[in-house]
């Protein structure tokens, strides 16, 4: 469980303000997921990185960007693009797929808009 | 892509009686079905899993059967305690190369009642 971590775990944005999530893992993971959880509904899939400067779009990919320059590392930026981004925000991560398929999640960062 | 759907949202039972939370998904190429849960503000955690050649699974209290044909699934816990209160996640995804995009039903909040 520790070896993924989501920074900070509370954040308040003002409308029109950029904001980045931090996700960290020391698991040696080569794949990192972001997805947004709003009440009553599913994981939705914002991106996900296979291996460090590769990553694609989710099906919610709009007004977020991400990044991937280390492997230890997948931070999420919310643009003023994103018309509603109060949400969860959970980031998880994979091993190699060829040995587990098991996502692992960290502890979550909760965005609220002001 | 692929859609999940999870029934029943909400689900409350009495301690020691089982309880069922079916899934159905659209895409019959999907080959792997995990099942998460997610306790009160804490992350989602992998409970059991189940791939497509295999029709049922179990895990002490906890079962996982899958009919391909029909192309749905479900999670059935018996003899439940309070402690198996949360929200339960399913998901489903395909297999191939080194993609890992899962798709989340929408949860069920399931509640053991004393």
């Known amino acids: 469980d520790g070896g993924i971590t989501q920074s900070p775990k509370y954040l308040f944005r003002k409308e029109g303000q950029n904001v980045t999530l931090s996700c960290e893992q020391n698991?040696?993971?080569?794949?990192m997921y972001w997805y947004r959880q709003d009440p009553g509904q599913g994981l939705r899939l914002i991106y996900y990185s296979q291996i460090v400067n590769d990553f694609q779009k989710g099906d919610i990919a709009e007004g977020y960007s991400v990044s991937r320059e280390k492997k230890e590392s997948f931070p999420l930026t919310v643009t003023s693009a994103q018309k509603n981004p109060t949400a969860f925000y959970l980031c998880a991560s994979s091993i190699d797929p060829g040995q587990s398929n098991e996502q692992f999640f960290g502890p979550g960062t909760r965005l609220t808009v002001l | 892509g692929e859609n999940v759907e999870q029934h029943p949202s909400t689900l409350s039972v009495q301690e020691g009686d089982s309880a069922v939370i079916k899934c159905t998904y659209s895409?019959?190429?999907?080959?792997?079905f995990p099942w998460y849960k997610q306790e009160l503000g804490k992350r989602p955690q992998l409970i059991i899993d189940i791939r497509s050649n295999v029709g049922e699974k179990k895990d002490q209290r906890i079962a996982v059967t899958l009919n391909k044909t029909a192309k749905h699934f479900s999670l059935h816990i018996t003899e439940t305690q309070p402690e198996d209160s949360a929200v339960y996640f399913c998901?489903?995804?395909?297999?191939?190369?080194?993609?890992?995009?899962?798709?989340f039903g929408s949860g069920t909040q399931l509640t053991v009642l004393p």
């Open positions: 895409d019959s190429a999907s080959n792997y």
């Open positions: 998901a489903a995804i395909l297999l191939s190369g080194s993609a890992r995009q899962l798709t």
């Open positions: 698991l040696n993971h080569d794949a």
